[in-house]
Every structure is written in C-alpha cells, then in structure tokens.
C-alpha cells in the first residue's frame, strides 16, 4: 500500500495548513490513518490518529489547533492545524495501517507516505 502525501509549506505564525494524504494499492481495510512528525533532531512524534470509525487521537501539542478527517470510501486522510507555532516545524508523515493482499493471503500492513516540510517563521 502506498500513501502519497501533499500539502505543507512556508507559513508565517498563526497561520494554517492542509495536508492531505492518499491511501492506494491492493487495500481490504485501513483500520487506522494519521500524521505524524519529525523535527530536526528529534523523534518521530504522533500528531494526530483517527480510526475507520471515526475515532481520533491528537498530541497535547496540537489540541484543540488541529483537525483530523478521513474519507473511508477514497482512502484519504487531511489535517488541519490552525494557529501554527514555529515550533510546529518539522517534516510531517502520513502513516496507515490495516489489511492487504498479498498472492492469495490477506494480511497486516504498515505504511508511510514520503514526508511534507512543514516550516513556520515567526
């Protein structure tokens, strides 16, 4: 499964962003689609998760700032952050994990997207 990630940019603080991720391949089922981050020098960090059910998960850092939405039927996942802080910089990665076929098999997978350079000036 390969997710092909867009959006991002040069945003001035306090502005917003859009990302958007698509999911494609040989898919049964994504059970869960998110974004996560990556800044310089630091881990890979959890933004914000939501399930096919519409469940959702966000980072403290980013509560109540951003958006995660999903359309099951396209495979697709968007996130919204609003009041962007410099300290928001970082590469951003759309992750999806469910089920796939392989031969005659269905089986787990695990994907990321290519990563989108998200930078905030101040």
């Known amino acids: 499964v390969q997710l092909q990630a867009s959006g991002g940019g040069l945003v001035q603080a306090g502005g917003s962003l859009r990302l958007s991720c698509a999911a494609s391949g040989s898919i049964v089922r994504i059970n869960v689609m998110g974004w996560y981050r990556q800044a310089p020098g630091k881990q890979r960090e959890l933004v914000a998760t939501?399930?096919?059910?519409?469940?959702?998960n966000y980072a403290d850092s980013v509560k109540g700032r951003a958006t995660i939405s999903r359309d099951n039927a396209k495979n697709t996942v968007n996130l919204q952050v609003n009041s962007l802080k410099p300290e928001d910089t970082a590469v951003y990665y759309c992750?999806?994990?469910?089920?796939?076929?392989?031969?005659?098999?269905?089986?787990?997978?695990?994907?990321w997207g290519q990563g989108t350079q998200v930078t905030v000036s101040s």
């Open positions: 992750n999806a994990e469910g089920l796939t076929i392989k031969g005659i098999a269905v089986t787990n997978f695990a994907s």
């Open positions: 939501t399930t096919s059910g519409s469940n959702t």
